[in-house]
Structures are given as structure tokens and as C-alpha cells.
């Protein structure tokens, strides 16, 4: 890089070769992990690429969906009579073998979400969603919001311009049916970190939290943990109160303000009242077979 000209990027090389590779592998007799780990790397650094140059890498992104499909056509659908099967079903089934930040992935642009290929998903977008394979539907804002478990990927800072726009085009049960698991990963996963190496994991799920809430997020959902239901103002306060107090201020008194806004302010103070005398819900220890018998 520091011997490179101004329009070198590190990151677009690294992305092009990939494809190179990529469209290399269809004549050669390496099997689908090959296949796997190339797509997973191209997509790697197509997000990379994204963020290092802040320009959209459409062209050869669409290049990779394409080749990409149909090497998976020509290489694991040679049999004519499965060719309609592929047409209609099976034309983007290669990426469930792409390594991926969420496991439920079923369409090219939730891949891509999952990556956090913002600018490429906002073109997506704007064109209508009319490029095959590239429909928002149900996973796709829970791609954008919540990490898959691996190691790999579960303390990757979400991209909250994403996250953003998905909330644009999307509808607010969708944002209900994510918040709930939103708020189990932080209590779950982010509660128990260090901040000085996960800041900015952290920083961005407060973000993610303030765009869902201003979505319109149930300020009444609960989850159970230790133990106990805890409402979205207590796993705040113990996932992110220590070390970010300020922001987390700023997210209690949005939820106060939007539960005026919905119920009215004396019922707003009821309900509040209500959480502080809540009673603990313990865990009922697992029914054994017999047990669950006699029953």
C-alpha cells in the first residue's frame, strides 16, 4: 500500500482476485468446500471493499451472483431431468454453503445483508428488488441486527446504516418479531464483555436499539433471564448502564417517552409501577419421561 498510487485499494484487489479464482474453480476438479471458503472470502472483502473505498461494488458483486450460479448449476445440477427443479428452486440454493453470519440464510440479498454489504443492498433496493434472488423477506432484518453464534462472527459491530435502511422498506411487525431477540443476545451474549475490546460491538447494538425503538418496538416486551422477566429498560441498564451511561439515558427515556406516546402518561406511570413490583418467574426444572408419563 504505501509503495501504491492514491487508487490502489487493498481490499477491491483482494475481492477481484477471489472471483478470479472463483470462475478458475468450474475447470478444475476441487469439490464445493473450495466452492464454500471462495464465495465466503469474495464477500469477505466485498464488505471490506465497501468500507475502505465508501463506493458500491455492484458490478462485480452481480458478477459473482452470477457466476456463482451457474457454476453451481454446471458443477452439482448436471442431471437434465433436474433442470426445472433448478429454474424454479434451486438457482441460489449454493448459498446455504456460504460461510455466513447467520445460519438461516435463503436468498442471495440476505447474504449480502448478513455481510453488511450496505450500498450494495441499498442499490438492490432501489432497483425494486427486481434482480433474481434479491427480495427482502422476513430473515432479512434479523441478518442485518443480530450476528450469528460463531465465534466468528458473534461480536462483529452490526452495520447500523443497514440496519437503517432495512427499517425503511420494512413493516413494524417485522420489527417486533426481531426486537425480542435483539434484546436476548445483548442480555445473553453482550452483558457478559469487556468493553474496551468489544466497543464497538457495543456501540453499534445501542444504535440498533435506538432505530428499533424509533421503528416502533414493543416497549413491552419481556424475556426471561436469571431467573426473572426482564423488561427492555432493565436489560439495557445491565447490559450497556456501566460503561455507557450516557446512551443508555438517552435509550431509557426514548422508551419512557414512546410508552407516554402509546398508552398515555398515567397509564405510561402504571405500567412502570407494575414492573417494579413484578415478581420473579423461576425456571421450573425439566420434566423427566416419567414424570411427564404420570402427568
Not at 457466476?67 to 448436471?78: C, L
Not at 435483539?182 to 453499534?204: A, D, I, K, M, W
Request: proline share 4%; hydrophobic share 35%.
Amino acid at each position: 500500500i504505501s509503495q501504491s498510487g492514491q487508487e490502489f485499494n487493498a481490499d477491491v484487489s483482494l475481492m477481484r482476485s477471489y472471483l478470479l479464482q472463483l470462475k478458475w474453480l468450474c475447470n478444475s476438479d476441487r469439490k464445493q468446500p473450495a466452492f464454500s471458503s471462495l464465495c465466503g472470502e469474495f464477500m469477505e472483502f466485498a464488505a471490506r471493499a465497501e468500507e475502505s473505498s465508501g463506493e458500491i461494488q455492484s458490478s462485480y458483486v452481480d458478477h459473482f451472483r452470477e457466476t456463482a450460479t451457474e457454476i453451481w448449476r454446471v458443477r452439482w445440477f448436471t442431471d437434465p431431468s433436474e433442470t426445472a427443479i433448478y429454474d424454479t428452486q434451486g438457482s441460489h440454493d449454493w448459498v446455504k454453503i456460504v460461510p455466513r453470519p447467520y445460519s438461516a440464510i435463503f436468498s442471495f440479498l440476505n447474504l449480502a445483508i448478513s455481510y453488511g454489504l450496505h450500498l450494495y443492498v441499498e442499490d438492490t433496493l432501489e432497483r425494486n428488488s427486481k434482480v433474481e434472488g434479491c427480495q427482502l423477506d422476513y430473515l432479512s432484518l434479523i441478518c442485518a441486527v443480530i450476528p450469528g453464534s460463531g465465534e466468528m462472527w458473534h461480536l462483529r459491530p452490526r452495520n447500523t446504516k443497514l440496519v437503517e435502511l432495512l427499517l425503511e422498506y420494512g413493516e413494524e411487525n417485522e420489527c417486533n418479531n426481531v426486537w425480542e431477540l435483539v434484546l436476548r443476545y445483548c442480555f445473553e451474549t453482550l452483558r457478559p464483555l469487556g468493553v474496551v475490546q468489544h466497543q464497538n460491538c457495543l456501540l453499534s447494538m445501542l444504535e440498533t436499539l435506538r432505530l428499533l425503538l424509533e421503528a416502533g418496538a414493543d416497549t413491552l416486551a419481556c424475556i426471561v433471564g436469571d431467573g426473572a422477566r426482564l423488561r427492555p429498560i432493565s436489560i439495557i441498564e445491565k447490559t450497556f448502564g456501566k460503561n455507557f451511561p450516557h446512551q443508555t439515558t438517552q435509550l431509557k427515556e426514548l422508551i419512557e417517552r414512546k410508552m407516554r406516546e402509546k398508552f398515555g402518561v398515567s397509564r405510561a406511570l402504571q405500567i412502570e409501577r407494575d414492573w417494579e413490583l413484578m415478581p420473579l418467574v423461576k425456571h421450573k426444572r425439566p420434566l423427566r419421561g416419567e414424570e411427564l408419563d404420570q402427568k
